[in-house]
């Protein structure tokens, strides 16, 4: 069984920063990448970013110059560090993990956490 545990969201004015936090446990094994996904009332889950193993990363338009992922010396651990944010970053953040369970043929399997809630108010 693959867990994973977010921390760090919560109320923020607008400007204001916020670092995310993931820890994925249990059979993790062959791990190809680490992210966030994000879900607002109304709207669909969107991609925020994504950190392979190799290190390169990608970030959805809305969120590029302001927020920055990167893998934590700790196994299995993914950050996001969140600046300037405005209202609409306002959503659940939700941690993901992309396991290679095979290569030849290749197979992928993806894990996502519980999420935690970011609010940007005034």
């Known amino acids: 069984q693959v867990q994973l545990r977010e921390s760090g969201g919560g109320l923020v004015q607008p400007g204001g920063s916020l670092r995310l936090s993931c820890t994925a446990s249990g059979s993790i094994f062959s791990l190809n990448s680490m992210g966030w996904y994000r879900q607002a009332p109304g709207k669909q889950r969107e991609l925020v970013a994504t950190?392979?193993?190799?290190?390169?990363?990608d970030y959805v338009d809305s969120v590029k110059g302001r927020f920055t992922i990167s893998r934590g010396n700790a196994k299995n651990t993914v950050y996001l560090q969140m600046n300037s944010l405005k209202p609409d970053d306002t959503a659940v953040y939700y941690c993901?993990?992309?396991?290679?369970?095979?290569?030849?043929?290749?197979?992928?399997?993806?894990?996502w956490g519980q999420g935690t809630q970011v609010t940007v108010s005034s």
């Open positions: 993901y993990i992309v396991m290679m369970l095979s290569e030849f043929p290749p197979k992928l399997s993806e894990y």
């Open positions: 950190i392979r193993s190799g290190g390169n990363t």
